[in-house]
């Protein structure tokens, strides 16, 4: 009896607030590669967004005179392109009001055409392909800096300040790897490096001997990879099999993580890693060394690279929301396009395309298999 009363009563308040709950409730999407070879980094980039939301709704948030409640709702790309644009269209039937993703620059791109056509703006911590913001979409925006940055970056520390001749090139033929690797050709090529090899491989192979021997005949003094650690990581192993152990070895912030250690997993040519990655890093960034603090509080052993701009790009989403007073898509993406926030990582503000002002990079090495400024 008492229990039906309870029901009875639960069921009428539901009828009198429901909608006014239903209105209350804000939905962020995130898309990220959550199963696969590159689920840390999802991980990772999830753990960024649910902290945001938590510490968000801790601090109340109120849009248009009314408080409101953040909700993620997560969605897994696999790292797969079709599957990126399937999450983006089952984000855009859920109405969400916004979304933190992708990854990865082949699944965001396609994505971010599903975003545009169904009005909804998307902000990428990760994704870091050129091509993302030419089709000038005011639904894209990117807090970090992009491939141009990341493989010239690279390509003039090679050339400049190690006075390296002869490099090899590997890619794993997505938009990413293909993207950092061409930069990172063409400045090394023009700073007067001779490209004495090219070799491509795939963002699933753990086998790259019969590569690396062939590079390895070309006598190079380097090798740029574009692509990720899971490959990164098997491929260091081989090259100390094969006594390459004295070749450089390049990267974007695709290998520039703390799982490549694991993966390479006792290698010395681990300490010849040079890899770059958008943005400060932690110690440098505003907020990076307390914000790092208590993300391992929270997550612990789950940091890779990508979660301080996959919390920052939240705030970005509701800031905006903020100051238009809208959720609407619509209403705020003019407010978006105008931000001016200061996050843990930067001070963060858009060019007309959506990439970042004044972006920075920085370039890392390991040192006793730690991830370490240079």
């Keep these: 009896m008492q229990f039906k009363l309870r029901l009875t009563v639960a069921v009428a308040l539901g009828a009198a607030c429901g909608l006014a709950a239903a209105q209350d409730v804000v939905k962020i ?3 990220a590669p959550l199963s696969g070879a590159q689920a840390h980094y999802g991980k990772d980039n999830e753990n960024g967004v649910r902290m945001a939301i938590e510490d968000l709704n801790a601090q109340g948030v109120t849009i248009g005179g009314k408080k409101v409640t953040l909700q993620i709702q997560a969605e897994d790309d ?3 392109p079709k599957q990126g644009t399937a999450a983006a269209q089952k984000l855009c039937d859920a109405k969400v009001a916004g979304v933190v993703g992708h990854l990865n620059s082949g699944t965001t791109i396609p994505a971010s055409k599903v975003y545009n056509d169904c009005g909804i703006p998307h902000v990428t911590g990760a994704a870091t392909n050129p091509g993302l913001t030419k089709p000038g979409y005011n639904t894209t925006y990117r807090i970090i800096a992009n491939d141009n940055a990341l493989g010239a970056a690279l390509a003039l520390y090679a ?6 001749k002869r490099i090899a ?8 790897g293909q993207g950092v690797a061409e930069v990172f050709k063409k400045t090394a090529a ?3 490096a001779t490209i004495v090899d090219e070799q491509f491989t795939n963002d699933k192979a753990t086998d790259f001997m019969s590569i690396l021997t062939a590079i390895k005949s070309k006598n190079p003094d380097a090798i740029f990879y574009g692509g990720m650690d899971p490959q990164a990581g098997p491929m260091l192993r081989q090259m100390e099999q094969l006594g390459m152990d004295k070749v450089k070895y390049f990267g974007g912030d695709g290998i520039c993580t703390s799982e490549i250690a694991k993966l390479a997993a006792g290698a010395k040519t681990l300490a010849n890693v040079v890899c770059a990655e958008g943005g400060a890093s932690l110690d440098k960034m505003p907020g990076g060394k307390a914000w790092k603090e208590k993300y391992d509080k ?3 052993n789950q940091f890779q690279v990508y979660s301080p701009y996959t919390y920052d ?3 970005v989403l509701v800031d905006a929301m903020k100051r238009a007073n809208s959720t609407d898509p619509k209403k705020y993406i003019p407010f978006l396009q105008k931000t001016n926030f200061k996050g843990v990582t930067a001070n ?7 990439e970042m002002k004044n972006a920075a990079t920085t370039l890392y090495t390991y040192k006793d298999g730690k991830k370490t400024p240079l």
């Design 313 to 315: 790009a939240t705030f």
């Design 169 to 176: 090139i590997i890619d794993d033929r997505t938009a990413y």
């Design 29 to 31: 999407g995130h898309v």
């Design 78 to 80: 696999a790292a797969d």
């Design 159 to 164: 050339a400049d300040k190690l006075k390296l």
């Design 298 to 300: 929270k997550y612990p």
């Design 190 to 192: 023009a700073k007067g």
């Design 348 to 354: 963060i503000a858009f060019e007309p395309n959506g």
